[in-house]
């Protein structure tokens, strides 16, 4: 005889109820407790003690538990006042290559809160601090210039810039809650605690997630936890996803006109011996021009630049900071050269030291589209070129061809770097090599300002190239 439908309804009933989900534990564990659901335990959340010497606050998530619902991502936005844009936690995926064994596992991660945090030692204005005793790393509104250098050096995309604020913001494990003893927002929403506060020794894991960033880097300290063994290969599950960088419009120009720059001092070093003493002067002059307005596009990168003097405090980790110190002592000296153009030589020496700490700021960064061995040649490259173009035009053509020709090295390979520019950014990578090729035929043909012009043009839409096409990392699966 054919089951009711009552009683068929109440078998699946039945079976939901034998279904062991990370839904089914939390509501089992809170049936006889109402109150609960509304005040989780939170002993049960965060640590009931502060952490011991060699010790930190970190966050644990059971991976088991975590069902992607992102109500922790909504708790952190909403109790944080972020942007509408603007997150701190994210959920992303890892899954499994292999159609044979398939795999998926949902992932949230914010702030790791490392043992070594990269932004703070790349922060150019102290903006970041490490609490001695809890290891939260909190980023410091108030010094913030918005250079949006700790951006670049986080591999976990973790800092999140605000337009409306012009200043960097990021995860600080709310630091507050802790301190009166309540558990962060995205802990105390999630419905089956999949996320908890717990201590941990300082110091490196010798594992940390699959497809992850290498956390040798920064010592993340964030605990990603399961039984499940992971199957071989994981990949993110936007692993194949193009996304071109941001230009960075303000840092292109200047990139391209600092070492204009120094190449034009190198120029006029050169021909101060053999070519009377007024043209001398104008390329020095030309070289000044040049350091002003690439120095002034700068200021158009921040998002404080009325905080810009703070610039020089990071000097001691910071990059960014010496490469302010140096161009800065270059401009000064390139100024007195206007004036005493003997001291040309010391100036274009300076401009040299800058350029190298201009390119330091990016190979530390560890992205690979940066490292030294792509990042010194573009830079000292251009300089180079300047410079011969106004002492020996058939050279410097011959330098430029051999710098289009290493440049295409990049787009070849499986690097997504290399996808970026056979695919979205094929025009760009076209108009650069094509305005590269006329300044060769100019060098050659007419040298002059003309042909400067052309080859400034085409070095313009490389620098573009380096910002655009470079592949930033950050957590598996989790938005740009």
Same mark, same amino acid.
């Given at each position: ?8 309804? =109440? &078998?699946?009933?039945?079976?939901? #109820?034998?279904? +062991? ?11 006889? +407790?109402?109150?609960?659901? *509304? ?21 644990? $998530? ?17 109790? #944080? ?17 292999? /159609? ?20 703070? #030692?790349?922060?150019? *204005?102290?903006?970041? &601090? ?44 709310? @630091? ?21 506060? $717990? ?33 071989? #290969? ?8 193009? /996304?071109?960088?941001?230009? @960075? ?8 006109? %600092?070492?204009?720059?120094? !190449? ?6 050169? /021909? ?23 120095? !002034?596009? =700068?200021?158009? @990168?921040? !998002? ?55 390119? %330091? ?14 990042? %010194? ?21 011959? *330098? ?74 950050? %957590? ?5």
């Amino acid at each position: 005889m054919p089951t009711s439908i009552p009683d068929f309804l =109440s &078998e699946l009933l039945a079976e939901q #109820n034998r279904l +062991d989900t990370p839904v089914a534990r939390f509501a089992t564990a809170h049936a006889s +407790d109402a109150a609960a659901l *509304v005040a989780p335990l939170t002993s049960q959340l965060i640590p009931l003690t502060a952490p011991r010497p060699g010790e930190q606050y970190a966050f644990q $998530v059971d991976l088991d538990s975590c069902t992607g619902c992102k109500s922790c991502v909504a708790a952190c936005h909403s109790l #944080n006042g972020l942007d509408e844009d603007e997150t701190w936690r994210d959920v992303g995926l890892l899954v499994s290559p292999s /159609r044979a064994h398939p795999f998926t596992q949902t992932v949230t991660a914010a702030c790791h809160h490392c043992a070594d945090p990269a932004c703070l #030692n790349g922060c150019p *204005v102290l903006a970041y &601090e490490k609490d001695a005793v809890t290891g939260i790393v909190r980023h410091l509104d108030d010094q913030c210039i918005g250079c949006s250098y700790c951006i670049l050096k986080c591999p976990y995309d973790v800092p999140k810039y605000s337009a409306r604020l012009g200043i960097v913001r990021k995860c600080d494990m709310c @630091h507050s809650r802790l301190a009166e003893g309540e558990a962060p927002a995205c802990a105390q929403a999630c419905p089956t605690h999949a996320i908890k506060i $717990v201590t941990v020794p300082v110091a490196v894991s010798p594992s940390f997630l699959p497809a992850a960033p290498d956390p040798s880097y920064t010592a993340p300290t964030t605990r990603y936890l399961s039984a499940r063994t992971f199957p071989p #290969n994981l990949v993110a599950g936007d692993a194949t996803t193009l /996304r071109v960088q941001p230009a @960075h419009w303000p840092l292109v120009v200047m990139l391209t006109l %600092m070492p204009v720059a120094v !190449g034009l001092a190198g120029a006029a070093t050169v /021909r101060s011996t053999t070519t009377p003493e007024s043209v001398t002067y104008y390329v020095t002059l030309y070289s000044w021009i040049a350091g002003a307005l690439g120095l !002034g596009a =700068s200021v158009f @990168h921040l !998002g404080q630049p009325l905080r810009a003097w703070r610039i020089f405090l990071g000097w001691r980790k910071s990059w960014l900071s010496r490469e302010a110190l140096a161009f800065g002592a270059w401009f000064g000296l390139a100024t007195v050269t206007l004036i005493f153009p003997r001291l040309i030589a010391a100036s274009a020496g300076i401009g040299v030291i800058a350029l190298y700490c201009s390119a %330091m700021i990016y190979i530390d960064t560890r992205r690979q589209f940066w490292r030294a061995g792509q990042t %010194m040649p573009r830079f000292f490259g251009t300089a180079l070129i300047v410079a011969l173009t106004l002492t020996s035009p058939p050279v410097a053509a011959l *330098v430029l061809l051999s710098k289009i020709a290493w440049e295409s090295r990049t787009q070849h390979g499986q690097s997504r770097s290399a996808h970026l520019q056979r695919g979205p950014l094929t025009a760009l990578v076209a108009a650069r090599e094509g305005l590269a090729l006329i300044s060769v035929v100019l060098l050659l043909t007419f040298p002059g300002w003309t042909a400067l012009a052309f080859l400034i043009a085409g070095e313009l839409l490389e620098r573009l190239l380096f910002f655009r096409a470079v592949d930033a990392p950050k %957590m598996p699966g989790q938005p740009a």
